[in-house]
Antibody
Framework: EVQLVQSGAEVKKPGESLKISCKGS????????IGWVRQMPGKGLEWMGI????????RYSPSFQGQVTISADKSISTAYLQWSSLKASDTAMYYC???????????????WGQGTLVTVSS | QSALTQPASVSGSPGQSITISCTGT?????????VSWYQQHPGKAPKLMIY???NRPSGVSNRFSGSKSGNTASLTISGLQAEDEADYYC???????????FGGGTKLTVL
C-alpha cells in the first residue's frame, strides 16, 4: 500500500527556521516525483515545487522560488520542505503528494500525505 | 488568481446531477487530455477522483465522470449524495510550466 506520512504540526515564531518531512512507503521512492502543495486557511491549493528523489532534480513554482527549499534523502525515502526564516504569512497546511505519470506526462497527484499544519505567530 | 477558472460554488439536491466547470487556455486544458480532479473534505487531504480528463482511479465511484470541450473541462457527479459535499479542484498539465496548474476550487453543497 502506497503511503505518504508527514511530520506533525508545528508552532513557530517569525524568523525561526523549520524543516518538515514526508516519508514514502509501499512503492519505489526514487522513481516518482514528490510535490509540495500549500493551502492557506480557507483557500485553495497552490503548487510549491517538486523533487525527483532519484537524482534530486528540483523544480519550484516562481511564487516560492527562493522562499523555501525542497530536498530529499532517498536512503530513508523522505522528502523535506524547509524555511530559513518563517513569516506569519507562511501559516498554512502543507501537503506532500506523489506525482504519477500517464503516457510519459507526469502531472497526476495520485497519493497524498495527511498534511502538516504550520502556524507562525509571535 | 488561479490559472484555471472554476465556479466558487455549486449546489444540488440528493439524487440530482451537478456539473463543475474548469476553464483554461490552449496551453493547458485545451491543448492536452491531461486534466485531473480532486475532492477535498473539510480537514482532510485531497483525493484524486479523475485523471486524463475522464479516467477514474480504482475505487472511485462511477457516479463521478469527466469530460472536456475546447478549453473547458467538466466534472459531473450523478445521483448526488450527502457524502459528496466537499471542495473540488481541477488541475491540468501546462506547456507554460514544469508544474501543473490548479483551479481555484468549487464548494459543492448538497441541499
Amino acid at each position: 500500500e502506497v503511503q505518504l506520512v508527514q511530520s506533525g504540526a508545528e508552532v513557530k515564531k517569525p524568523g525561526e527556521s523549520l524543516k518538515i518531512s514526508c516519508k514514502g512507503s509501499g512503492y519505489s521512492f526514487t522513481s516518482y516525483w514528490i510535490g509540495w502543495v500549500r493551502q492557506m486557511p480557507g483557500k485553495g491549493l497552490e503548487w510549491m515545487g517538486i523533487i525527483y528523489p532519484g537524482d534530486s532534480d528540483t523544480r519550484y513554482s516562481p511564487s516560492f522560488q527562493g522562499q523555501v527549499t525542497i530536498s530529499a534523502d532517498k536512503s530513508i525515502s523522505t522528502a523535506y520542505l524547509q524555511w530559513s526564516s518563517l513569516k506569519a504569512s507562511d501559516t498554512a497546511m502543507y501537503y506532500c503528494a506523489r506525482q504519477g505519470c500517464t503516457n510519459g506526462v507526469c502531472y497526476i497527484l495520485d497519493y497524498w500525505g495527511q498534511g502538516t499544519l504550520v502556524t507562525v505567530s509571535s | 488568481q488561479s490559472a484555471l477558472t472554476q465556479p466558487a460554488s455549486v449546489s444540488g439536491s440528493p439524487g440530482q446531477s451537478i456539473t463543475i466547470s474548469c476553464t483554461g487556455t490552449s496551453s493547458d486544458v485545451g491543448g492536452y487530455n491531461y486534466v485531473s480532479w480532486y475532492q477535498q473534505h473539510p480537514g482532510k487531504a485531497p483525493k484524486l477522483m479523475i485523471y486524463d480528463v475522464s479516467n477514474r482511479p480504482s475505487g472511485v465511484s462511477n457516479r463521478f465522470s469527466g469530460s472536456k470541450s475546447g478549453n473547458t473541462a467538466s466534472l459531473t457527479i450523478s445521483g448526488l449524495q450527502a457524502e459528496d459535499e466537499a471542495d473540488y479542484y481541477c488541475s491540468s498539465y501546462t506547456s507554460s510550466s514544469t508544474l501543473a496548474v490548479f483551479g481555484g476550487g468549487t464548494k459543492l453543497t448538497v441541499l
